[in-house]
């Protein structure tokens, strides 16, 4: 029904009516193009998230070569290394070892964890493996 | 022409211009709907975009292990209060299920194993049921998934903690001792009364551990929850105990990658499966562990033996129920792949994959390895 009355319309139309027209198309494309854009400029680059018992304590560019101590009040500690676009931890407090020994993370949603120092470093960002949750 | 200027007195002319100015009154109405249409739609594509969205969450002290729960939700906020929600319920299992601690007002596995030869304890129908598809299990696997295997694991367990504290000292539990725990590993001693709603432990010195089940158990439970209040879509990993809410909001299958169990290798995982509303369930050597004169022996450990299976680096379960998955996982790691494989082809919806320690992949008849399409 629409589409068989807009060509008629366009015929006998005045020009403030043409004007109308387009501006609200015109804001209707800028809304669209905007809303876009700024969906693209907010996917930021990949980062290592450093949580403590699930809370945030810091965020690392996976592109940028560095180390961080991660250490706690009760002196357990992890050293997070950030190299090649991977993360990995190189040396920790745990007994077990098994965030050492996991290999360096780099895709989107890997995660290295410590469990006797309550760390998670999750990869935020990172190349789409394909991937929701890992089984170990 | 102008509104109010009336071309009189020409009759014919006043009602066609009557008709004109209607069809101009329609035409204007027209595009308008027209154009409310448009950017309602250019709206409405965004919205759907980004609604709902998809949130992460993660909580400890369940399981001994990290949980991760993947879902969408309205709000950061909405999607908070529902991951507190799931945390209380799992926190609840946790404590009827731990065995090394005892929590007021709660009888919980601590308590029975404390009352073990003394009296019948009464349970929360949460764990009657626990111990009787433990039990279930138990003979559907022909022992190799036990949950009165205390004595022995207790055992494993102290050995294992000393040497991950002290790894120069690091020991195997002395053959004799293991032998003399494993006298008190009698299933039929797990003494279940449904009328009373009670357990008794006819054995003084057996010991109940669930570890190879009560999680995977209490994982089913939460996801039923998960439904109940809201969530439709999530999937959940509670120590890489991988259950999944209905598929993920556009429609797929959840993507859940076998971790491989070669550490220091590149691939960080060696197969996907797709869940819709399934469980995936790895048990493996490569995490809990630790070494004794360079030899790893794992957490894992088979009743047939008193030792850690040396079968496998890992082995992975698919089934419709996480409680299931956790078992079979357990007894499948105890056990050769030719006897493993039969169990499994033998059970309805039931699926797994083996990674031999050389790295050898092998696959029940119906599993499915995840495709894009």
Same mark, same amino acid.
């Given at each position: 029904?629409?589409?068989?009355?807009?060509? %008629?319309?366009?015929?006998?139309?005045?020009?403030?009516?043409?004007?109308?027209?387009?501006?609200?198309?015109?804001?209707?494309? %800028?809304?669209?193009?905007?809303?876009?854009?700024?969906?693209?400029?907010?996917?930021?680059?990949?980062?290592?998230?450093?949580?403590?018992?699930?809370?945030?304590?810091?965020?690392?560019?996976?592109?940028?070569?560095?180390?961080?101590?991660?250490?706690?009040?009760?002196?357990?500690?992890?050293?997070?290394?950030?190299?090649?676009?991977?993360?990995?931890?190189?040396? %920790?407090?745990?007994?077990?070892?098994?965030?050492?020994?996991?290999?360096?993370?780099?895709?989107?949603?890997?995660?290295?964890?410590?469990?006797?120092?309550?760390?998670?470093?999750?990869?935020?960002?990172?190349?789409?493996?394909?991937?929701?949750?890992?089984?170990? | 022409?102008?509104?109010?200027?009336?071309?009189?007195?020409?009759?014919?002319?006043?009602?066609?211009?009557?008709?004109?100015?209607?069809?101009?009154?329609?035409?204007?109405?027209?595009?308008?709907?027209?154009?409310?249409?448009?950017?309602?739609?250019?709206?409405?594509?965004?919205?759907?975009?980004?609604?709902?969205?998809?949130?992460?969450?993660?909580?400890?002290?369940?399981?001994?292990?990290?949980?991760?729960?993947?879902?969408?939700?309205?709000?950061?906020?909405?999607?908070?209060?529902?991951?507190?929600?799931?945390?209380?319920?799992?926190?609840?299992?946790?404590?009827?299920?731990?065995?090394?601690?005892?929590?007021?007002?709660?009888?919980?596995?601590?308590?029975?194993?404390?009352?073990?030869?003394?009296?019948?304890?009464?349970?929360?129908?949460?764990?009657?049921?626990l111990l009787k598809f433990g039990k279930e299990m138990y003979?559907?696997?022909?022992?190799?998934l036990h949950i009165a295997?205390?004595?022995?694991?207790?055992?494993?367990?102290?050995?294992?903690?000393?040497?991950?504290?002290?790894?120069?000292?690091?020991?195997?539990?002395?053959?004799?001792?293991?032998?003399?725990?494993?006298?008190?590993?009698?299933i039929?001693?797990v003494?279940?009364?449904?009328?009373?709603?009670?357990?008794?432990?006819?054995?003084?010195?057996?010991?109940l551990?669930v570890?190879?089940i009560?999680?995977?158990y209490?994982?089913?439970?939460?996801?039923?929850?998960?439904?109940?209040?809201?969530?439709?879509?999530?999937?959940? *990993?509670?120590?890489?105990?991988?259950?999944?809410?209905?598929?993920?909001?556009?429609?797929?299958?959840?993507?859940?990658?076998?971790?491989?169990?070669?550490?220091?290798?590149?691939?960080?995982?060696?197969?996907?499966?797709?869940?819709?509303?399934?469980?995936?369930?790895?048990?493996?050597?490569?995490?809990?562990?630790?070494?004794?004169?360079?030899?790893?022996?794992?957490?894992?450990?088979?009743?047939?033996?008193?030792?850690?299976?040396?079968?496998?680096?890992?082995?992975?379960?698919?089934?419709?129920?996480?409680?299931?998955?956790?078992a079979? *996982?357990? *007894?499948?790691?105890?056990?050769?792949?030719?006897?493993?494989?039969?169990?499994?082809?033998?059970?309805?919806?039931?699926?797994?994959?083996?990674?031999?320690?050389?790295?050898?992949?092998?696959?029940?008849?119906?599993?499915?390895?995840?495709?894009?399409?």
């Amino acid at each position: 029904m629409v589409k068989s009355v807009i060509p %008629a319309g366009l015929k006998s139309m005045k020009k403030n009516d043409l004007k109308l027209l387009a501006v609200l198309l015109g804001l209707a494309l %800028a809304a669209f193009v905007g809303m876009s854009l700024y969906a693209r400029f907010t996917t930021k680059e990949p980062q290592a998230v450093v949580l403590l018992d699930g809370k945030e304590r810091g965020r690392y560019s996976l592109s940028e070569e560095t180390v961080v101590e991660i250490r706690q009040e009760d002196g357990s500690y992890n050293i997070l290394q950030i190299r090649d676009g991977k993360a990995e931890i190189t040396e %920790a407090s745990c007994p077990d070892k098994i965030c050492v020994n996991h290999r360096p993370v780099r895709g989107q949603g890997e995660s290295l964890v410590c469990l006797p120092n309550r760390l998670v470093v999750e990869i935020e960002n990172g190349e789409d493996l394909g991937i929701d949750a890992g089984t170990r | 022409m102008r509104d109010g200027e009336i071309s009189f007195p020409y009759p014919l002319l006043y009602l066609r211009e009557l008709r004109c100015r209607r069809m101009k009154k329609i035409c204007r109405a027209g595009i308008l709907v027209a154009v409310v249409i448009v950017f309602a739609g250019l709206v409405c594509m965004q919205y759907r975009d980004q609604n709902p969205q998809r949130y992460e969450g993660q909580f400890f002290d369940c399981f001994d292990t990290v949980t991760m729960i993947t879902g969408y939700a309205d709000s950061q906020q909405d999607f908070s209060e529902k991951l507190e929600l799931l945390q209380a319920k799992l926190v609840y299992y946790h404590q009827l299920y731990d065995i090394y601690h005892t929590y007021d007002g709660v009888n919980n596995l601590k308590t029975i194993n404390d009352n073990a030869g003394v009296e019948a304890v009464k349970v929360d129908a949460e764990i009657f049921d626990l111990l009787k598809f433990g039990k279930e299990m138990y003979d559907k696997t022909e022992g190799r998934l036990h949950i009165a295997y205390g004595s022995v694991l207790s055992l494993w367990h102290e050995y294992r903690e000393e040497g991950l504290r002290n790894p120069l000292q690091a020991k195997l539990p002395p053959q004799a001792e293991l032998e003399a725990r494993a006298a008190h590993i009698d299933i039929e001693k797990v003494i279940l009364d449904e009328q009373s709603s009670t357990v008794y432990l006819a054995d003084a010195q057996m010991s109940l551990d669930v570890g190879s089940i009560g999680k995977g158990y209490a994982v089913q439970k939460l996801a039923a929850y998960a439904r109940e209040i809201g969530l439709k879509h999530a999937l959940i *990993s509670v120590g890489g105990n991988v259950c999944a809410v209905g598929e993920r909001a556009d429609g797929t299958p959840w993507r859940v990658g076998i971790e491989n169990p070669t550490l220091d290798s590149e691939k960080p995982y060696l197969a996907a499966v797709g869940l819709s509303d399934g469980c995936l369930v790895t048990s493996g050597d490569y995490q809990r562990y630790y070494e004794v004169d360079g030899e790893r022996y794992c957490h894992i450990i088979d009743p047939e033996t008193n030792m850690p299976p040396q079968y496998f680096a890992s082995v992975s379960v698919q089934a419709e129920d996480s409680g299931v998955a956790d078992a079979l *996982s357990t *007894s499948l790691f105890n056990m050769e792949y030719a006897q493993g494989v039969s169990l499994v082809d033998n059970m309805e919806g039931v699926e797994a994959m083996w990674v031999g320690k050389d790295g050898e992949i092998r696959y029940s008849s119906g599993f499915k390895v995840y495709e894009e399409k």
